[in-house]
């Protein structure tokens, strides 16, 4: 059995606002409201990082 990646979607802005995501490249919403460098599923880990304590 083999796990395959989740269906892609791509923005549904308009495309003046699209842009690569700065991790995978694929299409994402760079400008305007709402907008990121990433793509929610790249962001993800990164938010999952800043929510852990330091540890020191």
Known sequence: MSTSAPQ????????????????????????GPGASPLRNECLAPVRALQRKPATT
């Open 8 to 31: 892609y979607e791509p923005p549904t802005c308009s495309t003046a606002n699209v842009g690569p995501c700065a991790r995978c490249q694929r299409p994402t919403q760079k400008h």
